[in-house]
């Protein structure tokens, strides 16, 4: 869970409001082409990306967000500890093919958090 406090000087008081972001669960898979992508086209966005299921993507509202996502386990038996950690990716495509909640990695940013070997990971992921 992301946590943020904004604080505030209001005629000599300090006001705090602290405004939390829940994590949301899914899936992660990885690709390797990376363009086009619906949000970019051919322009070259590096490698820690990642494209969006339907619900998320909305129209292209998605583009450019920036989400940490963290691997929190594994989905098949083949890799039983697949996690390595979490990773920041900006949102550059759509992946038609996605479940709701599931985020289709770079490769590079997939590696980053868990063992390719494993192919699908549960995650959790907050902007």
Same mark, same amino acid.
């Given at each position: *869970?992301?946590?943020?406090?904004?604080?505030?000087?209001?005629?000599?008081?300090?006001? #705090?409001? =602290?405004?939390?972001? &829940?994590? =949301? #669960?899914? %899936?992660?898979? !990885? !690709?390797?082409?990376?363009?086009?992508?619906?949000? !970019?086209? !051919?322009?070259? /966005?590096?490698? *820690? =990306?990642?494209?969006?299921?339907?619900?998320?993507?909305?129209?292209? $509202?998605?583009?450019?967000? *920036?989400?940490?996502? %963290?691997c929190?386990? $594994? %989905?098949?038996?083949?890799?039983?500890?697949?996690?390595?950690?979490?990773?920041?990716?900006? =949102?550059?495509?759509?992946?038609?093919?996605?479940a709701?909640? /599931?985020?289709?990695? &770079?490769?590079?940013?997939?590696s $980053?958090? $868990?063992?390719?070997?494993?192919?699908?990971? %549960?995650?959790?992921?907050?902007q």
């Amino acid at each position: *869970m992301a946590v943020k406090i904004h604080t505030l000087l209001l005629l000599g008081l300090v006001v #705090s409001f =602290i405004s939390v972001a &829940s994590a =949301i #669960s899914g %899936t992660a898979t !990885y !690709y390797t082409v990376y363009t086009p992508s619906a949000c !970019y086209g !051919y322009q070259d /966005q590096g490698v *820690m =990306i990642a494209a969006a299921n339907n619900a998320l993507y909305n129209n292209g $509202a998605a583009c450019g967000k *920036m989400y940490r996502v %963290t691997c929190t386990g $594994a %989905t098949n038996q083949g890799v039983p500890k697949p996690c390595r950690g979490s990773v920041t990716v900006k =949102i550059v495509d759509r992946c038609p093919g996605c479940a709701a909640n /599931q985020l289709d990695l &770079s490769q590079q940013a997939f590696s $980053a958090i $868990a063992d390719p070997a494993a192919g699908k990971i %549960t995650i959790d992921y907050v902007q």
